[in-house]
């Protein structure tokens, strides 16, 4: 692939996420027996209410629309509720909940209507690219705080992550369970945040794409719960990983109605209006009567993949996740790269996974095992596989 210098500076810093090069080498190999472990897709299907009403909404005049710019009434009613409920702070659909095309737009949306160029955001350590590339886009500078790998998982310190918040600091982005390491955070690390938010003035955004996907059995620690954040929390939701919608491409952020204006604006002149085929659908499976139910089971059913994944790479240097989708392997005990396991991998074992290069600076020692789109049985053979591929 022919490789050009970008011709403009906000490009500069922003590689690729890597998902999409092994992706599309495991599409071109078009081997029904490649493990497809790379990217954030999963087999479990959206909940039967969100596939009635989207074929429903074909034939629907209303639904071809650009309008309301804001998202349908219905869906900000929806996402407003959700985030209220597990929050405990009410939110107004009118003035304090916008949908947006996809949780990541969502983001973008918030950090251009929030992040002065050359301001800092705090991340956490490995993180996904994704996130950290769209800090960099709208002229922010990511600060990261490692997160540390033990036998039971990940962990972030409180204080360390407080501590990182400055005069620099524009915001505070985190993610719970994140992305790609399942590092679940809690109440220990709002209540560090708050103080040093306040003392900053900054803002805290909460991606919450994974928040009840949690193999702990726990709800949600949402940092708007919180009394010392309630006032400086957007939350970015998405109905791509809970809900398994993700070609759906529908997303919602809700906060304080004076940002929450200023991130409207933003997204009527960045990706101007939500997908009108779509909303109504996510707007049922939200507000189902079943909805925690329905989330509750794809998410046992990703642990036992999660777990299937550990006992079979028991013999290999794997941090457990605590949530989510994913899972990573340190390649450093293995004497490799990353990307020399990613190729090994592909080429020797037929298991399509991600070397984490830009993924925050640790990204660099770690390969991403995504679990969510293999059944079990399919993957009952991933330690012959890995012994195939490195031994």
């Given at each position: 692939?022919?490789?050009?210098?970008?011709?403009?500076?906000?490009?500069?810093?922003?590689?690729?996420?890597?998902?999409?090069?092994?992706?599309?080498?495991?599409?071109?190999?078009?081997?029904?027996?490649?493990?497809?472990?790379?990217?954030?897709?999963?087999?479990?299907?959206?909940?039967?209410?969100?596939?009635?009403?989207?074929?429903?909404?074909?034939?629907?005049?209303?639904?071809?629309?650009?309008?309301?710019?804001?998202?349908?009434?219905?869906?900000?009613?929806?996402?407003?509720?959700?985030?209220?409920?597990?929050?405990?702070?009410?939110?107004?659909?009118?003035?304090?909940?916008?949908?947006?095309?996809?949780?990541?737009?969502?983001?973008?949306?918030?950090?251009?209507?929030?992040?002065?160029?050359?301001?800092?955001?705090?991340?956490?350590?490995?993180?996904?690219?994704?996130?950290?590339?769209?800090?960099?886009?709208?002229?922010?500078?990511?600060?990261?705080?490692?997160?540390?790998?033990?036998?039971?998982?990940?962990?972030?310190?409180?204080?360390?992550?407080?501590?990182?918040?400055?005069?620099?600091?524009?915001?505070?982005?985190?993610?719970?369970?994140?992305?790609?390491?399942?590092?679940?955070?809690?109440?220990?690390?709002?209540?560090?945040?708050?103080?040093?938010?306040?003392?900053?003035?900054?803002?805290?955004?909460?991606?919450?794409?994974?928040?009840?996907?949690?193999?702990?059995?726990?709800?949600?620690?949402?940092?708007?719960?919180?009394?010392?954040?309630?006032?400086?929390?957007?939350?970015?939701?998405?109905?791509?990983?809970?809900?398994?919608?993700?070609?759906?491409?529908?997303?919602?952020?809700?906060?304080?109605?004076?940002?929450?204006?200023?991130?409207?604006?933003?997204?009527?002149?960045?990706?101007?209006?939500?997908?009108?085929?779509?909303?109504?659908a996510v707007a049922a499976a939200l507000s189902a009567p079943d909805a925690d139910a329905d989330v509750a089971a794809a998410t046992a059913e990703w642990g036992r993949r999660c777990r299937t994944v550990l006992a079979q790479l028991a013999?290999?240097?794997?941090?457990?996740?605590?949530?989510?989708?994913?899972?990573?392997?340190?390649?450093?005990?293995?004497?490799?790269?990353?990307?020399?396991?990613?190729?090994?991998?592909?080429?020797?074992?037929?298991?399509?996974?991600?070397?984490?290069?830009?993924?925050?600076?640790?990204?660099?020692?770690?390969?991403?095992?995504?679990?969510?789109?293999?059944?079990?049985?399919?993957?009952?053979?991933?330690?012959?596989?890995?012994?195939?591929?490195?031994?």
């Amino acid at each position: 692939m022919e490789v050009f210098d970008m011709t403009v500076s906000r490009l500069r810093e922003i590689p690729g996420i890597g998902v999409d090069a092994v992706g599309d080498a495991a599409d071109a190999a078009a081997d029904p027996a490649l493990l497809r472990l790379e990217n954030l897709d999963t087999d479990i299907r959206p909940p039967a209410v969100a596939l009635e009403i989207t074929r429903a909404a074909v034939d629907r005049d209303e639904a071809n629309s650009y309008l309301p710019f804001q998202g349908h009434r219905s869906l900000r009613e929806a996402a407003a509720a959700h985030v209220g409920r597990i929050s405990g702070r009410p939110y107004d659909p009118a003035t304090e909940c916008v949908s947006v095309a996809g949780g990541l737009n969502g983001v973008l949306n918030t950090l251009l209507a929030t992040v002065e160029p050359g301001r800092e955001v705090v991340l956490c350590d490995p993180i996904y690219a994704g996130l950290v590339n769209r800090v960099r886009l709208a002229g922010g500078i990511p600060r990261f705080v490692p997160a540390q790998p033990t036998p039971e998982g990940w962990t972030v310190d409180p204080e360390r992550l407080a501590a990182a918040v400055g005069p620099a600091t524009a915001a505070v982005l985190m993610m719970g369970p994140a992305m790609p390491t399942g590092l679940v955070l809690d109440d220990a690390h709002w209540s560090a945040l708050a103080a040093a938010c306040e003392r900053h003035d900054a803002w805290l955004i909460y991606d919450a794409a994974m928040e009840r996907i949690r193999f702990d059995g726990r709800p949600p620690s949402h940092p708007a719960a919180h009394e010392g954040l309630a006032g400086r929390t957007i939350t970015v939701g998405s109905a791509s990983k809970e809900l398994r919608m993700i070609g759906w491409r529908v997303g919602w952020v809700a906060g304080p109605a004076e940002i929450l204006a200023d991130i409207r604006l933003v997204g009527l002149t960045n990706v101007v209006c939500q997908v009108g085929l779509a909303q109504e659908a996510v707007a049922a499976a939200l507000s189902a009567p079943d909805a925690d139910a329905d989330v509750a089971a794809a998410t046992a059913e990703w642990g036992r993949r999660c777990r299937t994944v550990l006992a079979q790479l028991a013999d290999y240097p794997v941090v457990r996740p605590h949530g989510g989708w994913s899972l990573l392997v340190d390649t450093r005990p293995l004497g490799l790269s990353p990307a020399e396991l990613s190729r090994l991998l592909f080429e020797r074992g037929r298991v399509a996974a991600t070397p984490m290069d830009g993924w925050g600076p640790a990204g660099a020692s770690y390969l991403r095992i995504v679990f969510a789109n293999e059944p079990v049985q399919r993957l009952a053979d991933l330690r012959d596989r890995f012994r195939r591929a490195i031994g």
